[in-house]
């Protein structure tokens, strides 16, 4: 059975950094894209970044780019989400999610998903 553990999130203040992880288990997904999503109060999920099991560039969503980044540790079959210079706007709950192809990542029919974390960026 598919599973995606999230980890990391809480709150900080404005500026500040956090960093996500999620631990995939129970599947084969060399080719497949892990990608990070959020939704915030009120608001319809949206893509926020992805990379390809494999290798290749990583995606991001504009409102993200060059602030955050996505890695990952095929070793330990985790991917990360490094989130720098965060804003209020960046407040929502994150969620993992596995596509099957980089080209689907920006979808919100993923595979799989993960339990979801809060991440709060006070002023």
């Known amino acids: 059975q598919v599973q995606l553990v999230q980890s990391g999130g809480g709150s900080v203040q404005a500026g500040g950094s956090l960093r996500l992880s999620c631990a995939v288990s129970?599947?084969?997904?060399?080719?497949?894209?892990v990608g990070w999503f959020r939704q915030a109060p009120g608001k319809e999920r949206e893509f926020v970044a992805a990379?390809?099991?494999?290798?290749?560039?990583?995606d991001y969503a504009d409102p993200v780019k060059g602030r955050f980044a996505i890695s990952r540790n095929n070793a330990r079959n985790t991917v990360y989400l490094q989130m720098n210079s965060l804003k209020p706007a960046d407040t929502a709950v994150y969620y993992c999610?596995?596509?099957?192809?980089?080209?689907?990542?920006?979808?919100?029919?993923?595979?799989?998903w993960g339990q979801g974390t809060q991440v709060t960026v006070s002023s």
């Open positions: 999610a596995v596509h099957r192809t980089m080209q689907a990542a920006r979808s919100t029919t993923a595979l799989y």
């Open positions: 129970g599947g084969t997904f060399s080719t497949y894209a």
């Open positions: 990379i390809n099991w494999i290798g290749g560039s990583p």
